[in-house]
C-alpha cells in the first residue's frame, strides 16, 4: 500500500532536537507522517514539536539519552504504552570527539558506542518486525561520507562507527527486499548543522573547506527522504561528496590514507 493511501503514519526521529534530525522531522511532517521526537534536550524539541503542529502533524516528544543502554527499550515502550505505531525510524542521533583517542575519556568513547551503532541496531530490531508484520516501513540511518573514507586520527572511532552503520543499513535493505519496508543509509558530508559547535571544531572546519563545500541539513534531509521513498540501499549527497567517497574507495590504502591524513592536519593546524 503506498504512503499516499495509508492514514498519518508515525515516524520516530532520534537526535530531533537540531540539525539533520530536525531537518528530517520537518521534511516528513510536510510529506504526511506524524512525529515521535526523541532527544536530551526537552526545549529544542518542543519548540520543534509546536512548530511541526501548525503543519498537521501530531507530535509526541520523549526525552531520552541513547547512551543508556536501557534507553532503545525504554523508547520502544514508552511508544507502545502511547498507542502508537510506529511505521518509520530515523536513526539520526550522534556526536564525535577529536582530542585523539588517547586523550578522550574511555566513556566517551563508549557513550559513542552505545549512541551510534549498538541504538541504531536495537531500534531496528525492536520496531522493524510490526513495520513487516503491517507490509509498510522506513528506516533511514544517518551514517557519514567518513563512514566512506579511511578512518582519521583525532576522531579515530567516529568514521569506523558510520561505516559500521553503512554496511549494516545494506544488510538489512536486503534482507527486507520485498517485505515493504525500506532501508537506507543517508551519508551527508560538511553540513550545517550544531554537530561541529558540539565537538568544539567549528573555527577549524569553517576556515580550512570553502563555503561550496558545506550543504545545509534541510538539503540532507530532502535528498535523504527522496532516497529512502526510492528504496535506495545508500545516499550520498552532494556531487563532491560522492567524488571524495569514489576516490576513497579506488585509491591506494596509502594515498588515501595520506588524503585523509592532510585532512586531520588542516584542522588541527598541525
Not at 515516524?11 to 540539525?19: C, E, F, I, R
Not at 527522496?226 to 560522492?242: F, L, Q, S, W
Request: hydrophobic share 45%; glycine share 10%.
Amino acid at each position: 500500500m503506498s504512503l499516499a493511501s495509508r492514514p498519518r503514519p508515525v515516524l520516530l526521529v532520534t537526535g530531533a532536537s537540531a540539525g539533520i534530525g530536525a531537518a528530517l522531522a520537518r521534511v516528513y511532517a510536510e510529506h504526511g507522517w506524524d512525529l515521535v521526537l526523541t532527544a536530551r534536550r526537552a526545549g529544542p524539541l518542543n519548540d520543534l514539536a509546536e512548530e511541526l503542529s501548525h503543519m498537521g502533524a501530531a507530535c509526541t516528544v520523549l526525552i531520552e539519552d541513547l547512551a543508556d543502554p536501557a534507553a532503545p527499550r525504554r523508547l520502544f515502550d514508552a511508544v507502545q504504552a502511547r498507542g502508537l505505531s510506529v511505521a518509520g525510524l530515523i536513526n539520526n542521533a550522534g556526536f564525535s570527539r577529536t582530542a585523539g583517542f588517547l586523550n578522550t575519556d574511555p566513556a566517551a568513547h563508549a557513550a559513542m558506542l552505545r549512541v551510534m551503532l549498538a541504538a541504531p541496531v536495537e531500534l531496528a530490531r525492536l520496531f522493524a518486525p510490526a513495520m513487516v508484520e503491517r507490509g509498510f516501513g522506513r528506516i533511514l540511518n544517518v551514517a557519514s561520507l567518513a563512514g566512506q573514507m579511511p578512518a582519521t586520527g583525532g576522531d579515530t572511532l567516529y568514521g569506523p562507527i558510520k561505516s559500521f552503520l553503512i554496511k549494516a543499513s545494506q544488510g538489512l535493505h536486503l534482507e527486507l527486499r520485498g517485505a515493504g519496508v525500506y532501508v537506507t543509509a543517508l551519508c551527508p558530508g560538511y553540513t550545517l548543522t550544531e554537530f561541529h559547535d558540539a565537538n568544539g571544531t567549528r573555527e577549524q572546519v569553517s576556515s580550512a573547506y570553502p563555503a561550496w563545500m558545506w550543504q545545509t541539513a534541510d538539503h540532507v534531509a530532502r535528498v535523504g527522504y527522496a532516497a529512502c521513498e526510492a528504496n535506495r540501499p545508500k545516499v550520498t549527497p552532494g556531487a563532491m561528496n560522492n567524488l571524495l567517497a569514489g576516490l576513497a574507495k579506488h585509491l591506494p590504502d596509502r594515498m588515501a590514507l595520506n588524503m585523509v591524513g592532510g585532512h586531520a592536519k588542516r584542522l588541527k593546524r598541525i
